[in-house]
């Protein structure tokens, strides 16, 4: 169980608690990764990289890992968004250069397969590393727990990999809604039972992943990204009301401040092209703490153009509930000590 009365020593979950910080938490998309050489010894001691997440001892190790190095404000759990349709059943491999292959879901003849039933033996697993986390992690260091959206999740499940334009979920959805949106129900079934899980254990903050948020246009938007994720949150704030959580709506753009009113969450992350006007202003109307949104890729460059860019984020979102972030996940070849230069920038030393 989590050290649930001790949560008020963690700065990061004061924008949540309503508080405005002179200095704002920092924490980073995929701040544990192929960057760091600690990662890459971990990776290579666990083979391939679902035995990672699924090895309590290792994926903590790993989570660890940048939280030793930059003393981030939060930790997040070690795991991926395709630990779900792979406890529920889908085959689902990483493919070493390649990124994820699953066999594909093109119709509901394919959902027999899944069974959320069978998934709580794998969620249990991710569980254990959320637990051993709550006891290693400093305790001034939120964690927090995650899912991918079940839009994001559906489209690799349906493609089978990665794609430009998730043309196989996008096809699917329109040519037989009620069949997708039984894979949709699916999957928030089994998010639910997931986060459920992971806050039990110790989580004090849950991020939804939807990476893809961005390919649809607004009435399918509607259907399946808000009605899903507002389905989640609801359910999340109904077992554990004072578990925050953030939506990470990629590509949403202006749709954004739309997205926050219609799923009640309670943090939105911004993606690297969102405009500055929109961070700063587009969301005074709701109450909501915003998160985001440097390019990784400037935290790869490096130099002057990374510090005044940090210094012109922070000035843009000064006296706002703010969360420093990138605006997606740091990139394998970004300089470790770049991450280092970022973040004594971010706290005033740099
Ligand atoms: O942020 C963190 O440090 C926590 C761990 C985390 C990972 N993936 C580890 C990972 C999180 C939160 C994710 C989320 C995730 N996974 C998303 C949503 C966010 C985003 O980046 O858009 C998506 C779309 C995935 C699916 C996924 N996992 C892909 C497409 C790939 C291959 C691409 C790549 O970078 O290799 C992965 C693999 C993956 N997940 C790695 C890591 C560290 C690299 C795998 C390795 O070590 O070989």
Redesign the pocket.
Known sequence: MGERGETCERRFLAPFRGDVLDVPPIW???????YLPE??AT?AEAGD?LS??YTPKLAAE??LQ?IRRYGFDAA???????VVPDALGQRVR?V?GE??RLDPIRSVDGLAQLDVAKAVGKFDIVAETVARLRQDLPRETALIG?C?APW?VAT?MVQGQ?SADQAEARLWAYRDPEGFQALIDVLIAASVDYLDRQVKAGADCL?I?D??AGSLPDDEFDRWVVAPTRAIREAIGDLHPDIPVIG?P?GAGATAVWYVTETGVDGVGCDTATPPFVMSEAFDEEDVVVQGNLDPLLLVAGGARLDERVDEILDLMRNKRFIFNLG?????QTPPENVARLVARVRGGG
């Open positions: 980073l998309m995929r701040q544990a990764g192929r990662y890459r990776r990289f990672l997440c790993v989570t940048p997040i759990l070690f795991s991926d968004i395709l990483f070493e990124g994820p995650f991918g994001t690799y990665g991020q992943f990476t893809w990470f990629r997606h996940g740091i990139v394998p």
